[in-house]
């Protein structure tokens, strides 16, 4: 009779598996030898016992756990399969959707870093084009002028909190920017009018997102938040100077942080930017 059947490491090697996942799959009653040796305790399979082996294995490939594939074994129900396969296409789906999003940030952070490898040296003005971009934004609760960095934690963490309250992605909490409204800068009055995150065409619709048009922006690069105020006045300056019309709010954009190494500050690289249009 034992000629006829296969060892335990006969039937793992036939089939690509390990003779430790045939014990586990006998342990929890997938598929079970169809002789044990009273005496050794040697495991012995049928080949035929193959069609059976070959059903888990092709249902692990679905995706579906040794939990799942014994309740279909046991029950022989084909509206089970077909209803945790159902259960499993939207799980698939979600990861698919979750994956496209960690995509889209991993280009996006690579983009920064490169960017903010070739920008100009610190105190730089430039004239750019810059694509228009979408935001998820809120009203600063506070002037982040009048009390500094600490200040502008609290906008942050109040601005992730609105993230989470509204189911949003939080992988898009990175980059963060702030606006003045344009009325304001021109006076050179600096007050906070926004805090926002950039996002993409993968974020959910939402009544916070904004669009910042596209056009030619005068820019400046410092790597310091305590330094805004100062250079966003020369920006102001420089647009004076050369009769530029400003026709957009002001924007705070942070181009990359390098948070980790320093764990008291953040370190900020930011470019400063206005719309504008030439006389």
Known sequence: MRKELLTIGEMAKINNISISTLRLYDE??????????????????????????????YMKELGMGLKEIGEVLESGDAKLIE??????????????????????????????LERYRKSPTIGTITIEYIPHRKIYSMPTSGNIYDYGI??????????????????????????????????????GNFVSGEI??????????????????????????????????EYARRLLEYCSEKGYKIVGD????????????????????????VPVAFR
């Open 28 to 57: 929890i009653g997938l598929i079970k030898p169809c002789f044990t040796d009273n005496e050794t305790r040697y495991r012995y399979y049928s080949i035929r016992q193959n069609a059976r082996l070959d059903m888990i294995q």
């Open 83 to 112: 209803s945790i396969l159902i259960r499993r296409k939207k799980q698939v789906k979600e990861q698919m959707a979750q994956l496209d999003l960690q995509l889209a940030a991993i280009s996006r952070t690579i983009e920064s």
């Open 150 to 187: 600490e200040e502008y934690e609290n906008q942050l963490k109040e601005l992730k909190t609105s993230l989470i309250s509204h189911n949003l992605p939080q992988i898009y909490y990175c980059n963060a920017g702030t606006t003045i409204p344009k009325e304001d800068f021109e006076k």
């Open 196 to 229: 926002f995150v950039l996002v993409d065409e993968n974020f959910p619709k939402s009544d916070s997102i904004k669009k910042i048009e596209s056009g030619m922006y005068v820019c400046i690069y410092l790597d310091s938040f305590d330094n805004e105020i």
């Open 250 to 273: 002001y924007i705070c954009e942070v181009l990359t942080e390098f948070n980790v190494f320093d764990s008291e500050t953040r370190g900020m690289f930011l470019r400063l930017q």
